[in-house]
């Protein structure tokens, strides 16, 4: 695969020559891996410049604003599919004909349901804890249940478990948000969609018949596929490092919910709508606006910016149209959409925001279609960490599935004391 070399000079040492690799787009990339042997670490906190895997999966291009899924664009996708054929294409390469997405879609449905007992496990919980906590706690038990698919080097069993997590994830996650408002838990029903059926769980009562908005389940299935997969992502690259220990399926995908729950991360839509809250009017938002722009207050406006996007969130272009569309079929002001739209408005003209390339990103405008849907705050990230499941065991499945996968183990750049002997500072 190399067909280029880049030839390191170090004072004292005889050139180093590495390979470079060239992809189907994107960055080349320098292998370092005999680095170490010449006694040189490359030195990159943060992983501004550095590749960690081969991946067929998804191609983000941050300077066009460009998002693949296995070569598809994601504007595409989501006019054309649905969030079931998207989990078919992450975990296959290819899109499914009609007979295999049927096919999926049976074994999704199949394993949507939980054993008993793990209904008890959310009785150890708080009232009010939040439905991250549990979800994370959940996850992480359902090794305790599933022995049958625990033989990662099998892909047989390794698609077993991706199909019960992309499964059960939605029943996990209706029944963290059940028991917080004390209401009981909701079965889900093998005659609905996905999104149908994640709707149904979150607001069924046994009391009287829920029926399933058609608009708010193509948009829940919207808000799915945006979130289904990102590349090497903060999340998924703690999934892909807890896996390559080999550690279950179960504990990595709560691993990749755990770092997702930070507000830099995926709880950037929970944080996003709080802001949103906060700032309340638009003749408040130029005061948020300098106190994001101000180096001394370590606000930031949450919803902007991204580590790879140094242009428009092809995702959110989308989010933005499906935003209006839902808040227009129920016929809702909301009072905040008019604050977001304001603050782009803003944040685009900004000198400060075109200078560091801050733009919305998926989680500007995913806040108010969730709250327009009747979703709690605190359930915006329980979804983004639903939806990226099918991401996340993806990428977990491709590495175990590459020969010669090792376990992740980076090394440093040593500050601390150098060797020094031991004098006991007390009399004992
Ligand atoms: C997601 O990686 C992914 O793909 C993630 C994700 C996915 O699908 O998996 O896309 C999902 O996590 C989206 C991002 C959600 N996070 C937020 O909306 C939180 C607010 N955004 C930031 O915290 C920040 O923009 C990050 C974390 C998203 C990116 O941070 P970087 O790449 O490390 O950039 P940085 O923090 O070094 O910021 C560069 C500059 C800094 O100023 P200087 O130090 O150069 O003077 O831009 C400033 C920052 O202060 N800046 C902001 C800002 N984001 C960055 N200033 C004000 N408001 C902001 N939101």
Redesign the pocket.
């Known amino acids: 695969m190399a067909d280029k070399k880049a030839t390191v000079h170090i004072e004292g040492h005889d050139p180093i020559e590495l390979p470079i690799y060239s992809g189907t787009a994107g960055q080349d990339v320098i292998d370092v891996r005999t680095l170490g042997a010449h006694g040189h670490f490359t030195y990159d906190p943060?992983f501004m410049s550095t590749g960690s895997c081969e991946s067929s999966i998804t191609y983000i291009d941050g300077g066009k604003g460009v998002l693949l899924h296995r070569g598809y664009p994601i504007e595409q996708l989501a006019d054309n599919s649905n969030y079931i054929e998207l989990c078919y294409l992450l975990l296959n390469g290819e899109l499914p004909t009609a007979e295999q997405h049927a096919e999926f879609a049976d074994e999704i449905t199949r394993n949507t349901m939980l054993h008993e007992k793990i209904a008890v496990f959310f009785q150890g919980f708080r009232v009010d804890s939040h439905p991250m906590a549990m979800l994370c706690g959940v996850v992480g038990a359902l090794s305790s249940f599933y022995h049958d698919d625990l033989d990662i080097s099998d892909s047989e069993q390794r698609h077993r478990s991706a199909v019960r997590l992309i499964a059960k994830l939605p029943t996990i996650a209706a029944m963290a948000y059940k028991y917080n408002v004390g209401q009981p838990f909701v079965y889900p029903r093998n005659d609905l969609s996905y999104a149908e059926n994640f709707l149904h769980m979150m607001f069924s009562v046994p009391a009287e018949e829920y029926k399933v908005n058609p608009i708010l389940a193509k948009a829940m299935d919207k808000i799915f596929m945006l979130?289904a997969d990102?590349?090497q992502?903060?999340?998924?690259s703690t999934v892909r490092l807890a896996g390559s220990s080999g550690a279950n399926p179960y504990a990595c995908i709560a691993a990749g919910i755990a770092s997702l729950w930070g507000?830099?991360?995926?709880g950037?839509n929970e944080?996003?709508l709080n802001m949103l809250e906060e700032i309340g009017s638009l003749d408040r938002i130029d005061e948020y606006v300098a106190k994001?722009?101000d180096?001394n207050d370590p606000f930031?406006?949450?919803?902007?910016?991204?580590?790879?996007y140094k242009n428009f969130?092809p995702r959110a272009t989308v989010m933005r149209q499906t935003c209006h569309e839902v808040l227009k079929e129920l016929n809702i002001k909301d009072p905040l959409l008019d604050v977001a739209m304001r603050l782009e408005q803003i944040a685009l003209e900004d000198p400060y925001f075109i200078e560091?390339k801050?733009y919305p990103?998926?989680?500007f405008y995913s806040g108010i279609i969730l709250k327009a849907i009747g979703i709690p705050t605190s359930m915006f990230t329980v979804i983004f960490a639903m939806s990226?499941t099918v991401g996340w065991i993806s990428h977990w499945d491709e590495m175990l599935s590459q020969a010669g996968h090792k376990i992740g183990r980076p090394r440093q750049l040593y500050t601390g004391y150098a060797k020094r002997d031991y004098k006991a500072t007390t009399q004992r």
């Open positions: 943060g979130h990102h590349e992502n903060a999340s998924t507000p830099a991360h995926g950037a944080a996003c994001a722009k180096k930031r406006l949450m919803g902007f910016g991204h580590r790879v969130d560091k801050l990103n998926v989680d990226r």
